[in-house]
């Protein structure tokens, strides 16, 4: 072999090796990672739906199921995930008020889980005895919101009937005697035998097989406040893969999957 071809395909493989380096590097930029915090459901089956769609745009996206409301929530807050699909904006509010340091930044409104109060005792509200036990969410968000679709329906009254941060102190008027026992989210549906009338998140309900549009004595309208957010942190918000996954998630495709596959116990926000 000449010292002049030796040269030559030096220089060929140098240049060959850079390439592969070069587009190796490239196709690992082209991937990004996102780990969402969600609930079990609907959240991660919806993220799960949206998935395929997402790798094709490079974004890996990696769901984190919880089944409590708090380490969604301090898990996005402390970098650990880079962001959670689960919680509502009075949810985000009072968070905010009890972790100084909070990073989480709400992206995108995606559905609406119309709140819903249960009983396996009674088939109306008229029917419900004085002294009823009414089991609400210990949380101050979604107690508040119980205190509201309560009031909504007659059951007692409020100071101020549109503060989403009412609490028992500011019922001015309990006609049926109501006794309430406020209790983590989750346990609700357990306790639904043990109570004469339990308020329930979407969500809990659904995972417990109940109908929030059929199986509920009163539900809330799609007028709520309570829409459920993708939330990231303060620092990645505007990356390309949050970009790319809150149009995913308001996209028509979403939409549809929502609609078809909850049948009005999950209402599309957007």
Not at 15 to 44: D, K, N, R, W, Y
């Amino acid at each position: 072999m000449s010292l002049s071809f030796k040269r030559k395909f030096s220089l060929l493989l140098a240049t060959s090796l850079a390439s592969i380096a070069l587009f190796g590097t490239t196709a690992a930029q082209a991937v990004e990672t996102l780990t969402i915090a969600a609930s079990p459901v609907p959240h991660a089956e919806i993220l799960e739906f949206i998935k395929p769609q997402l790798a094709k745009q490079g974004v890996d996206l990696k769901i984190k199921v919880f089944t409590d409301y708090i380490q969604p929530a301090v898990q996005v807050n402390e970098k650990h995930l880079d962001g959670n699909f689960f919680l509502h904006q009075p949810y985000l509010n009072e968070f905010k008020k009890s972790h100084k340091n909070d990073l989480e930044v709400p992206i995108a409104k995606v559905h609406v889980e119309p709140f819903a109060a249960y009983s396996r005792k009674y088939k109306k509200v008229a029917d419900l005895p004085d002294g009823a036990t009414v089991a609400i969410p210990n949380d101050p968000s979604n107690s508040g919101r119980a205190l509201l679709l309560l009031s909504r329906q007659g059951l007692l009254k409020l100071k101020d009937p549109t503060n989403i941060s009412a609490t028992k102190k500011d019922i001015i008027e309990n006609p049926k005697n109501l006794k309430f026992r406020e209790l983590e989210a989750a346990t609700l549906p357990r306790v639904l035998d043990q109570v004469d009338l339990a308020l329930i998140n979407t969500n809990y309900a659904i995972e417990a097989k109940l109908n929030p549009v059929k199986d509920s004595l009163f539900i809330e309208d799609a007028n709520s406040p309570y829409a459920n957010l993708l939330v990231a942190r303060d620092d990645n918000k505007n990356s390309d893969a949050f970009k790319k996954l809150a149009v995913a998630l308001n996209s028509p495709e979403v939409k549809k999957f929502i609609e078809d596959k909850y049948k009005g116990a999950v209402v599309p926000a957007f």
